[in-house]
Nanobody, 125 residues
């Protein structure tokens, strides 16, 4: 089992920045990748960013490329999502996810086995 706890959400004005954190515990040695997804009101959950644990390769949704950065701290077993130039359309609940299996891609929910509880990000115009 892997437990994920997100933090860092909040209210920010458009153009501002936030950094989300996702602390992992449990059987984290078997993680292949971790990712961030988000779900806006009335919409489905969508991919935001992912990082492969062993190769450090990163992946981003087109909507956040150049504005968001995913990173990790091995010692703390924590993944971060640094969000800059935030827009009102970035408003959503952001979820951290972990995969303990190898997949060719990690931009779909089905590639992940464990999920955090979510943290709210609200961007005001």
């Amino acid at each position: 089992q892997v437990q994920l706890v997100e933090s860092g959400g909040g209210l920010v004005q458009a153009g501002g920045s936030l950094r989300l954190s996702c602390a992992a515990s449990g059987r984290t040695f078997s993680n292949y990748a971790m990712g961030w997804f988000r779900q806006a009101p009335g919409k489905g959950r969508e991919f935001v960013a992912a990082i492969r644990w062993r190769t450090w390769n990163t992946y981003y949704a087109d909507s956040v490329k150049g504005r968001f950065t995913i990173s990790r701290d091995n010692a703390k077993i924590t993944v971060y999502l640094s969000m800059n130039s935030l827009k009102p359309e970035d408003t959503a609940v952001y979820y951290c996810a972990a995969s303990v299996l190898y997949y060719s891609n990690y931009d779909v929910q089905s590639s992940y086995n464990y999920w955090g509880q979510g943290t709210q990000v609200t961007v005001s115009s």
